[in-house]
Nanobody, 118 residues
Framework: QVHVVESGGGLVQAGGSLRLSCAAS????????MGWYRQAPGKQRELVAV???????NYADSVKGRFTISRDNAKNTVYLQMNSLKPEDTAVYLC????????????WGQGTQVTVSS
């Protein structure tokens, strides 16, 4: 079993910054990708950013240029640096880890609340 622990959420004023971290531990044989999703009231869950073991990244258009995803493969940790935060970024941010070889399994963090004041 893989365990995912997130940290770094909180309350910040518009224009401020936060750095989220997510560490995976347990029976990890191969990490295919690590990413961040978010869920806001009245909206569907959306992909914010994802990074593969090779280092390829993808970002949602709404955060491109403001957020940066990175990972430390040795520590099985992924980070999300969030700059120029806007009130519309307010959401529960969830860490997603995809593990496996031929069979890929998905694990989720507990979620961390990010609130950006007007």
């Amino acid at each position: 079993q893989v365990h995912v622990v997130e940290s770094g959420g909180g309350l910040v004023q518009a224009g401020g910054s936060l750095r989220l971290s997510c560490a995976a531990s347990g029976s990890i044989f191969s990490i295919n990708a690590m990413g961040w999703y978010r869920q806001a009231p009245g909206k569907q869950r959306e992909l914010v950013a994802v990074v593969t073991t090779r280092g390829s990244t993808n970002y949602a258009d709404s955060v491109k240029g403001r957020f940066t995803i990175s990972r430390d493969n040795a520590k099985n940790t992924v980070y999300l640096q969030m700059n120029s935060l806007k009130p519309e970024d307010t959401a529960v941010y969830l860490c997603n880890i995809k593990v496996g070889t031929a069979l890929e399994l998905t694990y989720w963090g507990q979620g961390t609340q990010v609130t950006v004041s007007s």
